[in-house]
């Protein structure tokens, strides 16, 4: 017994502290793991907020067409914004007492131009990774939806214009390349983008 007690009290402990270094590599982790989850995340609300964008658009062109079916659309640079905004063509969830914003919370308009039935969308301060995102799901990548179905007619980008969303083009580079053209376009500018999306109503104004 006596020579086993000394031999007890003297024993280290089984456990030790982190060194720094293993420290930094369980932080480093920890920092991926967060930074994966970020990078989802924002994914998930950029995708979701396009989608809702692109649905919201279409669904304000075809209600503005069955507003004016068969008539005139207003005199030139008028605002459309507010008669939109109180027959409904506009989703609710875009609404601000008089004033309309986009899903991306930027200012957002429909104004007649002088064009006897062409209008535009604006759409500012869409974030630049969603720009080229948003014009191509308008679009459509055989073209086949924004300019047949909807009259999709061209688009300005930050005022400039982008002969990258004639169907011409579209066709003929393809997909890969076209949504590639869009974003050269969209990043361009800035963080920010503002956006003008030109449509034609080839039964209004008759």
Request: proline share 6%; with cysteine; charged share 10%.
């Amino acid at each position: 017994m006596q020579n086993i007690l000394p031999s007890l009290r003297h024993r280290a402990p089984s456990w030790r502290a982190f060194s720094l270094i293993e420290a930094a590599i369980v932080l480093g982790i920890i920092g991926l793991v967060i930074g994966g989850i970020w990078a989802a995340t924002t994914a998930i609300n950029s995708s979701r907020k396009t989608s809702n964008a692109v649905s919201g658009i279409n669904s304000i062109i075809f209600g503005l067409g069955q507003l004016y079916k068969g008539q005139a659309l207003p005199t030139p640079f008028t605002d459309l914004t507010p008669t939109l905004l109180a027959t409904g063509v506009i989703p609710q969830d875009w609404a601000s007492g008089n004033s309309s914003y986009s899903p991306f919370g930027g200012p957002f308009e429909v104004v007649k131009l002088s064009n006897s039935n062409m209008i535009y969308i604006g759409l500012y301060r869409v974030p630049a990774r969603d720009c080229a995102k948003l014009i191509f799901n308008l679009t459509g990548p055989t073209n086949s939806e924004g300019y047949g179905k909807y009259g999709l007619a061209y688009t300005v980008i930050n005022g400039t214009y982008s002969n990258t969303t004639y169907p011409l083009v579209q066709t003929l580079n393809g997909p890969a390349a076209y949504m590639k053209a869009l974003g050269d376009d969209c990043n361009a500018g800035g963080a920010t983008v503002n956006l003008m999306v030109h449509y034609v109503f080839p039964y209004a104004g008759a």
